[in-house]
């Protein structure tokens, strides 16, 4: 089991080196903000659907097509408890913290950090299972996680269904179903562009870290109670409500590992999208991204000792 732990540790230690060279180009001004933002646009709506479309490269076989509907299903339900769990928190604060402390408990990293970290730890055939609740994290915030930051007036059809996952989703699905495989020149490209995503992804991460001030990150109470729920309490709950219900291991460490994941930079953007607390939301980024150097570890080893792959 120690073994074990080292391996899943050295996974995420590789993904902390490259956020170490975003974080690095950043402090020295050769990777600006502007420069951050169109790599962020590359990822979401380039990379995210390839990687989407590429994971769905498989022949549908019966089993695997209900596998997938399982966790979908699954995935909906643990979002739905995410919301109850994380709404009698921080009742204190001023309503823009509130909300934004919130959406942080609730939403994880799954796309930058959670794709990477699966596919190194349980392998290319965990990434289908990855790529749906990726697909159910986008639903969730364009929709709940509008409602809770803008207000519900803000909540459109449009929005939670007219999104880069959501469309890479429908296209992957649809050639999975039809079992269709893409031609190999585009089907190499696609696989090319998804694989673009743990690199980028890693060092926009350590980018977008750069610009906090690290020294008040530490500092803030609030920020420890964020990070516990995230990097703690909701993996835990996950563990433990999945565990009777004997899913397969690929799934169950899946969703898991993803629950465990540090709070979504995506709260950073809702914030100044809908104008509320900023400084919060960047700060419980940064620290639940730190923190997770050494939950994410703990947690991945479980996953699998539970579900019985070690």
């Not at 880069?164 to 296209?171: E, K, N, Q, T, W």
């Amino acid at each position: 089991m120690a073994a074990q732990f080292w391996i899943v540790a050295g996974q995420v230690a590789t993904l902390f080196l490259m956020m170490g060279v975003g974080f690095f180009l950043a402090r020295r001004g050769q990777l600006s903000g502007g420069a951050i933002g169109q790599i962020s646009h590359l990822l979401l709506y380039v990379v995210a659907p390839a990687i989407v479309i590429d994971s769905f490269q498989l022949p549908c076989t019966p089993e695997l097509a209900l596998r997938v509907g399982q966790a979908a299903g699954l995935m909906a339900v643990v979002y739905a408890l995410y919301m109850v769990v994380a709404q009698p928190f921080f009742p204190r604060q001023s309503a823009d913290t509130r909300d934004t402390l919130r959406f942080a408990m609730v939403y994880g990293n799954t796309g930058f950090m959670g794709l990477p970290l699966v596919r190194s730890v349980l392998g290319e055939e965990a990434l289908i299972y990855c790529v749906v609740s990726l697909s159910i994290f986008n639903v969730a915030t364009w929709t709940h996680g509008v409602a809770l930051m803008g207000g519900r007036s803000q909540v459109t059809v449009r929005r939670a269904v007219c999104n880069p996952g959501v469309a890479g989703l429908a296209i992957g699905m649809a050639l999975f179903f039809l079992n269709i495989t893409l031609p190999g020149p585009v089907g190499q490209a696609v696989a090319y562009l998804g694989g673009l995503n743990t690199p980028l992804a890693m060092v926009v991460i350590g980018a977008q870290m750069a610009s906090s001030d690290l020294g008040a990150v530490f500092r803030q109470k609030r920020l420890y109670a964020v990070s516990a729920c995230k990097l703690l309490l909701i993996p835990t709950l996950t563990a433990l409500l999945l565990l009777p219900l004997g899913l397969p291991p690929l799934i169950y460490c899946t969703m898991v590992l993803l629950a465990a994941t540090p709070v979504a930079g995506v709260t950073s953007m809702f914030a100044q999208q809908f104008h509320r607390d900023q400084v919060s939301a960047a700060q419980a980024v940064t620290l639940s991204t730190l923190l997770s150097l050494f939950t994410l570890p703990c947690f991945g080893v479980l996953a699998q000792r539970l579900a019985g792959l070690i």
